[in-house]
């Protein structure tokens, strides 16, 4: 099927941004398209093929994509995109909150996952959190390119280093491989030792939303996190609290 514009609002006109829907559900299409068309210019695709060969023929400002699909899943098509060096912000829609799908969706380069149902506002939300990430990475970059910027851009914490230009960490004698969002929570926390942070905290500063409930998000990065980090302790529990980085020796 081909795919499907919405008409663009004036609120879209202002802001000349583009979003790709590639779901195979009609109601949830049009429910996405509708909402969505007030922060932007909406196409859809109801399969992966489809939605794939949209995704690499547009320049996109989001791609909200839903993990089960006709033809090709919402995984092989975020795998295909993130191979080919496309880093556009890419939400995951899910109908099953499963911590393998969650975690095989962030392994790939997914940005942020939902679960349906959702609502409206949330995924509206969710949407403008990726923009102000996404917008804060453009920065960086052309950060990276003027010897006068006076921010810091590297860590190096014992036998932890982290360089925010490159977004690369390396650990002892090797470099980590992390999604932009592990990247995004371990820089936040390696720029405060010693800190204790809620869970809230960490989805407001990371994630750009502190809806309750979501507590898991937070939970599955850290866990992942751990594994990379190796055996020593670098992310603590803070019981009550929430999580502490501390610098190992």
Not at 99 to 123: I, N, Q
Not at 137 to 148: V, Y
Not at 222 to 244: A, F, H, M, Q
């Amino acid at each position: 099927m081909s795919t499907l514009t919405a008409p663009a609002s004036s609120e879209t006109a202002l802001a000349n941004r583009r979003i790709l829907v590639v779901e195979d559900e009609p109601d949830i299409a049009a429910l996405l398209k509708l909402h969505l068309g007030e922060l932007a210019e909406v196409t859809t695709a109801d399969n992966g093929l489809s939605g794939l060969e949209a995704a690499q023929q547009g320049d996109w400002d989001a791609i909200v994509l839903d993990l089960r699909l006709p033809g090709l899943g919402g995984l092989d098509v975020c795998r295909e995109l993130r191979q080919a060096g496309d880093n556009v912000p890419i939400l995951m829609l899910t109908a099953r909150a499963t911590e393998l799908d969650r975690v095989l969706g962030l392994e790939l380069g997914a940005d942020d996952y939902l679960t349906k149902p959702f609502g409206v506002l949330e995924l509206q939300a969710r949407i403008r959190a990726l923009w102000r990430r996404s917008a804060n990475t453009a920065r960086l970059a052309q950060a990276a390119a003027s010897p006068d910027v006076a921010e810091d851009t590297e860590l190096v914490l014992n036998t932890l280093r982290m360089n925010r230009l490159q977004r690369r960490v390396w650990l002892k004698e090797g470099e980590l491989t992390l999604t932009p969002r592990e990247f995004d929570l371990l820089w936040f926390f390696a720029q405060q030792p010693g800190r204790a942070f809620s869970r809230a905290e960490l989805l407001s500063a990371v994630w750009g939303y502190g809806h309750d409930g979501y507590d898991h998000t937070v939970n599955t990065h850290i866990n992942r996190l751990r594994n990379k980090l190796g055996e020593d302790s670098w992310i603590n529990t803070v019981w009550g609290v929430g999580y502490r980085f501390e610098v190992v020796a």
